[in-house]
């Protein structure tokens, strides 16, 4: 079972926007609207930040947004906030003889 | 509001079994049609998918750790439980509990997570 492929880090500046992607195959990310994002502060579990590529479960900011195009998820953070920094991971359901897949983070600095 | 809380030893020794148990409160495990799952994290690393057991008891695992790995659930006392065999230091993480909608396999409650150390 393969890991989706993430940037290892990205960073932005206060105010600004960055964008971090999520790139499967045709067994998960591409194949199926269920694409899911989790950020992670240090020492804390994930917290479920986009479910099914774009939705945003209550009560998580509007400055985070999602998206996919073929096989690769996205996820945008606009207005970047200093409390933004964190890790995240994407996970997508997965057609193969496994269930669900993780990607392998992302570390996001806000500069 | 749901809440998923782990619970075994924090050591285990190599080549022996990795035992922990992940209670359910605030929500029945069998009332309805989630999967409930294990998912680790070794230090300074990434999230790895460990397995997950439907409510209906269907298991599913990672083919990493399948022939290690048994997930099973006690309604009971609304607690599911998971075993990893013959452990490594590899082995060593953070192990959540945790629960996924059914289909899209969102999860979207986790438990606190708690660390097991494989030393001898």
């Known amino acids: 079972q393969s890991a989706l492929t993430q940037p290892a880090s990205v960073s932005g500046s206060p105010g600004q926007s960055i964008t971090i992607s999520c790139t499967g195959t045709?067994?998960?990310?591409?194949?199926?609207?269920?694409v899911s994002w989790y950020q992670q502060h240090p020492g804390k579990a994930p917290k479920l930040m986009i479910y099914e590529v774009s939705n945003r479960p209550s009560g998580v900011s509007n400055r985070f947004s999602g998206s996919k195009s073929g096989n690769t998820a996205s996820l945008t953070i606009s207005g970047l906030q200093a409390e933004d920094e964190a890790d995240y991971y994407c996970?997508?359901?997965?057609?193969?003889?496994?269930?669900?897949?993780f990607g392998g983070g992302t570390k996001l600095t806000v500069l | 509001q749901l809440q998923l809380q782990e619970s075994g030893p924090g050591l285990v020794k190599p080549s022996e079994t990795l035992s922990l148990t992940c209670t359910v409160s605030g929500g029945s495990i069998s009332s309805s049609s989630y999967y409930w799952g294990w998912i680790r994290q070794p230090p300074g690393k990434g999230l790895e998918w460990i397995g997950s057991i439907y409510y209906s008891g269907s298991t599913y695992y990672n083919p990493s750790l399948k022939s290690r790995v048994t997930i099973s659930v006690d309604t009971s006392k609304n607690q599911f439980s998971l075993k990893l065999s013959s452990v490594t230091a590899a082995d060593t993480a953070v192990y959540y509990c945790?629960?996924?909608?059914?289909?899209?396999?969102?999860?979207?409650?986790w438990g606190q997570g708690t660390l097991v150390t494989v030393s001898s």
């Open positions: 945790a629960r996924h909608q059914p289909a899209t396999v969102t999860t979207d409650y």
């Open positions: 045709s067994s998960d990310v591409g194949g199926y609207n269920y």
């Open positions: 996970s997508s359901y997965t057609s193969s003889s496994t269930l669900l897949v």
